[in-house]
Each structure stands twice: as structure tokens, then as C-alpha cells.
């Protein structure tokens, strides 16, 4: 067992010990500030061996067979996105099997997570002249009039347009914007009166039925989940999906309601909020507290924030995470030029590799796989991007800003994550191998983003799959179904089986030194024991 006051000879050892990436073949020195690690960064080194940044895949028509998702699963596919905006539950009914179908197909990998995407809370234009085809131009510097008068609604044109938020009139005043249809559309707003809106088209264009509306910089009162989202939570609880993405979350009330909609047989389930406008961002503290995990939606977020500040939110969303040792995610337009072409532009790689720098531990693909003609190329390239930048993550630096911030005493669990890391990277370890039933233990090692991976053997398969939320974090399902009397022997069985999996990855070789992270006896929170062994 190790306390806290174990680790303060490890931390000073930091200052002056070299240590290196396995998979590199060669010591790199810790330097001593951050400008002199990216200045001894070095384009002809060979990646990383293994990716620790996990990647998200939305699925959709153009990869939904049990064939190519099995192809996407073996070129790093770790969580597989239902996008419930689309498509009904018996199409997704169908995705979810053929997922599995294809994971099993597929050895170490085969862990591979569900998620469900809800649609959210939103606001939208009702029909154009009957018609869900019929398209009209909307002229810059025309006047328009949005209504919540439902004699409108589907008789929409360029002079009034009915919009389903209806308590529009009493959140929006005189000089603020509206967008509409991914902000390809803005208005300013004129007048405000009962049920309508009078508004000055500022860029005007085609607009279709059933677009999206959004008021940037405007509170609004929608409920946290529509009754499409309550119907959407139970149907992910009946096919045990292992984590919801929820859309449009405001504040931390919004998630302990979707909590109480997923229930006692959903209790397992992680709950992933998406911030996607200013409100999420302001109320960040509270929204992370509530939640499993964050994703940084950056499509709604750039309509309701100005583009120019969306990195801004990234970064401040990205240090909050890593700061609470919260799973966080980089999602949206991330390879977009994929989806019809088999290369990404410069700024794309850039932007993917800038994701994993500021922290990231999941990046995620959404119309690139959903429709894209490109679903493999785009997993493979964004696979070496991370890998390529995971090289160039500063640790040392990171694991000493991290644990500043840890408040004392610490828990049993972050006291083991400080000493696991601490040892890994004194003893010059090839990778962290634990065992765990919660995940937490993993989680929390995780949080100090260790240079090695870290080798998570557990007997709960939605543990393994959830696992893939954490930077650096490698699940194995242990499915041995055989409970062994002796628990000392069982443990060291699952170590085993870690370790062989790191060696078949090449970042383990016999003879290197294994930070070794266990219980004390047999159960769920009993992890508090540390071993240094060698790789036989």
C-alpha cells in the first residue's frame, strides 16, 4: 500500500530523471520547460506504438453493415455514435446489432461502446407552402415576420414564417440575431410584439422546411429533454447502450433530469453533456460537477458563440475537464473536407492534432463516417494524426500542473493514480496494468495523463467499454467465466493477460519494468496496492 507523503521523492525524481516513450526506441529527456520541449521536437521520429485518444464514429447509411463497421472497428474505431436526430428506433435497432455483430469479429478491440446521441431540446421553422421540398429565397435587407401563431405553420413564405419556441416573443428584444439553418440565415431583430417577431434579413439566402433556429446570446426557457428525447433515454436503456451524448445541456439540472429518466436499469449508463451554446459555457462548472463527461460540440457552439471565440471555449471546456478528471470530447468538422474527398486540408490535421495537445481524450467523427465516401480513410487518418501528436504532449508538465490542483488529504484511489504515474515514469515503465470492476481506478490514473498506456483488465464488459472515455486508457474484457478459489491467483491471471495484450501492441518486451495497480481483496473500491514487476 502507498500513501500520498510515498509519492513526494517520485515527484522530485521528475526533475532530473530522463525517461522515454517505449515505442520511441530511444531515451527522450524531460525538459525543463515548455518551450524546450517543443523545440526538441523532431519531425523524423516514428509515433507512438499505440493511440491513446480514442475515437468517436457516428454511424450512418454509407457504413452501417456489419462488414464495414467491422473495417472501421480494426482501423480504430472505439465508440460507435448514434445520432438520434435521424432515423427511428427500429433502423437503430438494427445498427446496434449489426454493431455487435461486427465487434465480434474483432479480438482485443471487440470492446467497442454504444452511444446515444439525443436530439435535444431546439427550436425550428415550421413548413414552407405545404411542401417539406418547397424551398424560398429569403432577400437581404426585406423585412420578415416570425410567428408562434400556428395557422402558420405550415404555410411559411418570405414574409412570415412561424417558429415552434413559443415564448419566443418574451426572450428576444430589439438589435439581437437570429439564425437560422446553421446560421446560414441571419435576421436582426426589428420589433417584438404578442406572437410575432419583425426582423430585417441580414444575410439572406434559400431556406427550406424545418430548418434549426438559434439566438445566440439569449437565455431561453426549453425544457432540458422533448418528449422525443424521454422516448429516445428508454429505448437506449432497453438495448444497453453505455452512454448517453446529451444535446443542448444549459445547467446541472438538466442532467440529473435525464438521471432520473434513465432510472435504476440505466443508472450504469455515463452521461456525456454537450455544450453547445453560451449558457453550457457560462454554467461549465456546474454542467462537468453533474456530469460523466463533456463534449465540446462545436457546431451549434460556433452559430451561438462568434466563430472567432470557439477556441476559446475548447481550450477553457478542455482544462475544466482535465482539471475535474472528466472523459472530454473534441467533436465536429474535424476531417469535414473527407466526406467527399480521400485527404484532409493542412488546417484539418491542425486542428485534430491541436484537440489531443489542448487535452482532449476523445475525438470524434460525425458526417465524415455518417455519409462520407471516405469512412476508412478518415478513421486511419485520424488515428496517425493522434498518434503523432500524442508524441509531442508535454507529461512531465501536465502531471505537475494536475497534481497542484489536487486537494489534500486525497482519496485512496487518487493517491494510488498520483503513485502509479509517478513510479511509471521514475522506473522508466513500459505501461500501468490494473485491474479493476468500477473503472474508477482507471479513471483516475487517467486524469494524470501518464506517457504510458495504461492496461484496464476487467470482468464488467460495460466497465471495458466505457473505459474508452479516458485518455490513454486500454479496456480488456476478462472473460474468463471460471472463478478461481484462490483470489491472489485469479488477480495475477488478469495481470497476465494485460500484459500480454501490451506485448502483442509492441510497447511491452520482456524485462521491462510494470507498474502494477490492484486490490488488497476482492470487490469494488478495494484498489490500493502498487507492485513494480518485470515483464516475463
Excluded at 45 to 52: F, G, L, N, T
Aim: aromatic share 6%; net charge neutral; proline share 4%.
Amino acid at each position: 500500500m502507498v500513501s500520498i507523503e510515498a509519492t513526494a521523492a517520485f515527484l522530485k525524481e521528475l526533475e532530473t530523471v530522463s525517461y522515454y516513450a517505449k515505442d520511441e526506441k530511444q531515451a527522450v529527456l524531460s525538459k525543463a520547460t515548455y518551450l524546450e520541449h517543443l523545440s526538441s521536437l523532431n519531425i523524423t521520429e516514428p509515433p507512438h506504438a499505440v493511440r491513446k485518444t480514442a475515437i468517436i464514429c457516428t454511424i450512418g447509411p454509407k457504413c452501417n453493415t456489419v462488414e464495414t463497421l467491422a473495417c472501421m472497428i480494426r482501423n480504430g474505431m472505439n465508440v460507435a455514435r448514434l445520432n438520434f436526430s435521424h432515423g427511428d428506433h427500429s433502423y437503430h435497432a438494427m445498427t446496434i446489432k449489426n454493431i455487435r455483430e461486427a465487434a465480434k469479429v474483432v479480438k482485443h478491440e471487440n470492446i467497442v461502446a454504444i452511444a446515444l446521441d439525443t436530439k435535444g431540446p431546439e427550436i425550428r421553422t415550421g413548413m414552407i407552402m405545404n411542401s417539406s421540398t418547397a424551398e424560398v429565397e429569403l432577400v437581404k435587407g426585406k423585412s420578415i415576420r416570425l410567428t408562434t401563431d400556428p395557422s402558420f405553420e405550415n404555410t411559411g413564405n418570405a414574409v412570415n414564417l412561424y417558429v415552434d419556441y413559443k415564448n419566443i416573443t418574451n426572450v428576444l428584444a430589439p438589435g439581437k440575431i437570429i439564425y437560422i439553418d446553421d446560421g446560414l440565415i441571419s435576421l436582426v431583430v426589428d420589433e417584438v410584439g404578442s406572437d410575432f417577431v419583425i426582423c430585417t434579413i441580414e444575410n439572406g439566402g434559400m431556406l427550406g422546411s424545418k430548418k434549426g433556429v438559434n439566438l445566440p446570446g439569449t437565455s431561453v426557457d426549453l425544457p432540458p429533454v422533448s418528449e422525443k428525447d424521454i422516448a429516445d433515454l428508454l429505448f437506449g436503456v432497453e438495448q444497453g447502450v453505455d452512454m448517453i451524448f446529451a444535446s443542448f445541456i444549459r445547467n446541472g439540472s438538466a442532467v440529473c433530469k435525464i438521471r432520473e429518466i434513465l432510472g435504476e436499469k440505466g443508472k450504469n449508463i455515463k452521461i456525456i453533456s454537450k455544450i453547445e451554446n453560451q449558457e453550457g459555457v457560462l454554467n461549465a462548472d456546474e454542467i462537468i460537477k453533474a456530469s460523466d463527461g463533456i463534449m465540446v460540440a462545436r457546431g451549434d457552439l460556433g452559430i451561438e458563440i462568434p466563430a472567432e471565440k470557439v477556441f476559446l471555449a475548447q481550450k477553457l471546456l478542455i482544462a475544466k475537464c482535465n482539471e475535474a478528471g472528466k472523459p472530454v470530447i473534441c467533436a465536429t468538422q474535424m476531417l469535414e473536407s473527407m466526406i467527399s474527398k480521400p485527404r484532409p486540408t493542412r488546417a484539418e490535421t491542425s486542428d485534430v492534432a491541436n484537440a489531443v495537445l489542448d487535452g482532449a481524450d476523445c475525438v470524434m467523427l460525425s458526417g465524415e463516417t455518417a455519409k462520407g465516401s471516405y469512412p476508412i480513410e478518415t478513421i486511419k487518418i485520424m488515428h496517425y494524426i493522434c498518434k503523432e501528436a500524442e508524441a509531442a504532449v508535454y507529461h512531465s508538465k501536465f502531471f505537475e500542473e494536475i497534481l497542484k490542483r489536487v486537494k489534500k488529504p486525497t482519496s485512496h484511489v487518487e493517491t494510488i493514480g498520483v503513485a502509479a504515474v509517478s513510479a511509471a515514469k521514475s522506473s522508466l515503465a513500459s505501461a500501468i496494468v490494473l485491474c479493476t470492476t468500477t473503472g474508477n481506478t482507471a479513471a483516475m490514473i487517467s486524469k494524470f495523463k501518464p506517457s504510458v498506456p495504461i492496461i484496464a483488465v476487467t470482468k464488467n464488459p460495460q466497465t471495458a467499454r466505457q473505459l474508452w472515455l479516458y485518455r490513454g486508457v486500454f479496456p480488456i474484457y476478462y472473460s474468463e467465466s471460471e472463478k478461481l478459489p484462490d483470489w491472489t491467483k485469479d488477480v495475477d491471471l488478469r495481470i497476465r493477460e494485460g500484459i500480454n495484450f501490451g506485448k502483442e501492441k509492441g510497447f511491452i518486451d520482456t524485462g521491462d519494468n510494470i507498474v502494477v495497480v490492484t486490490g488488497w481483496t476482492s470487490g469494488a473500491g478495494k484498489t490500493n496496492t502498487l507492485r513494480l514487476i518485470i515483464a516475463d
